[in-house]
């Protein structure tokens, strides 16, 4: 021990303690672990005023006031009355939302609000997406309506018009009407080629040219969407005419998959394949036929018209020599159409092409147009007959007359002459 760690007034230990004992003993003369010392006289068992009562560590006590203590007890009480009565106010506040309606607004709401079904969209994810577009109040009421709604259950995929803060039975009701989904309402008449049904699409719906063709050049993409193999790539003839109902958002390719898919539609009301092979030719002969017969004819006369053209190309017809001679597959030789009755002029200008069937016999190698639902059941069923040739006589009507010989042919050819020279300016 150094001398720095002596009292200087006695010499002492700084940090020498009292007997431990004694100390006790006077701070707690009560206490039965701690009685009195006879054997030592010198110590005063009277006890020490607590003022006085030497700490343990040497130093002494500081009076303690007692009135922390009890603002401690006090404010823990405030504490543990005030937590109870929020866990009350809390436990009423969700047992009386279990008991009370779902929040819901009222009327018919305001503004406007496109809305998307998706696919495979359930009822409560339907409601889910209402409230986040801020249709419904809350997804409870929503789902609440759907189920009341027996109709609910069929609601379809598509966009929808609502309004912002509608009653979830009101924006229900609209859902469950088919005829409220929103559609670019398109109608691609029969007899286009490819290139005219692009125009309308773009010029009717939001894709572009750009888009389109883009999916029409990929003979891949337009095998995975539908066309079949025996079309080779080419989506001539395929792309069906119909009125179509497409979504605001639908793309080139959906828009493309939706004309094969009603194509095979047709294709299979008509056994497309299997007359094919009834007839002695392949699909793609008999979808060009049908092509042929959607130019030329119409009405109860197209399975007439199918009959020539099987007539026609047969080998066992010597007076045709296998030519066609049909006015549409010129015109489409020549990028036009609607020429009822073309030049000498004009069909020689393409005489090398294989859709001039003035020039060349047999079928040109691809559909000249997309035909409809009685054209492609008319190439699958022909009439029976021996006709070899058909003069449309009048354009407007668009009667038609067949002839089994050419000097019958004649005949009707001379009437077509004179309605032109004196009733129509479209030959």
């Not at 080779?232 to 958002?249: D, I, M």
């Not at 090398?352 to 639902?373: F, K, M, R, V, W």
Request: glycine residues 8%; hydrophobic residues 40%.
């Amino acid at each position: 021990m150094s001398e720095h760690d002596r009292d200087p007034a006695d010499g002492a230990p700084r940090d020498a303690a009292p007997d431990d004992g004694a100390a006790h003993a006077a701070a707690y003369p009560e206490h039965p672990e701690h009685p009195a010392h006879p054997e030592h006289p010198e110590h005063d068992d009277s006890p020490l005023p607590l003022s006085s009562a030497p700490d343990l560590g040497g130093r002494r006590r500081k009076k303690r006031s007692r009135l922390p203590g009890c603002l401690a007890v006090l404010v823990a009480l405030a504490v543990l009355v005030g937590g109870g009565y929020l866990v009350y106010d809390r436990a009423s506040s969700f047992i009386a939302d279990q008991f009370s309606d779902p929040e819901d607004f009222e009327g018919p709401g305001s503004g406007r609000v496109q809305f998307e079904v998706a696919s495979g969209d359930s009822s409560t994810q339907i409601c889910r997406n209402l409230k986040d577009e801020g249709v419904v109040a809350s997804v409870d009421a929503c789902v609440g309506a759907a189920t009341d709604n027996p109709d609910s259950a069929a609601i379809q995929a598509g966009f929808y018009r609502l309004k912002e803060e509608m009653s979830s039975a009101d924006a229900i009701d609209v859902l469950v009407d088919p005829a409220n989904v929103i559609t670019d309402s398109v109608t691609i008449p029969e007899g286009l080629r490819v290139v005219d049904i692009v125009a309308i699409l773009a010029e009717q719906t939001k894709v572009t040219t750009a888009e389109l063709e883009a999916v029409l050049d990929d003979r891949r993409l337009l095998a995975d969407l539908g066309l079949p193999d025996y079309a080779e790539g080419n989506p001539e003839g395929y792309l069906f005419p119909s009125t179509y109902a497409f979504a605001p958002r639908e793309d080139a390719e959906g828009m493309v998959q939706a004309m094969l898919t009603r194509w095979r539609q047709a294709a299979d009301d008509a056994d497309l394949e299997a007359s094919a092979e009834r007839l002695g030719i392949s699909p793609q002969e008999l979808m060009t036929i049908a092509s042929l017969v959607e130019a030329e004819g119409r009405g109860d006369d197209m399975p007439k018209v199918a009959r020539v053209i099987y007539n026609r190309l047969s080998p066992d017809n010597d007076e045709t020599a296998g030519l066609l001679q049909i006015d549409a597959t010129v015109n489409y030789a020549l990028g036009e159409s609607g020429i009822a009755r073309l030049t000498t002029d004009e069909i020689a200008s393409v005489a090398d092409s294989p859709y001039n069937t003035y020039e060349q016999p047999g079928l040109p190698p691809t559909p000249i147009e997309a035909p409809g639902d009685a054209a492609i059941a008319a190439a699958a069923a022909p009439a029976e007959g021996d006709w070899l040739y058909y003069v449309t006589v009048d354009l407007r009507t668009g009667e038609t007359k067949f002839a089994d010989t050419y000097d019958e042919f004649l005949v009707y050819e001379a009437e077509f002459d004179e309605y032109c020279a004196t009733q129509s300016d479209r030959c």
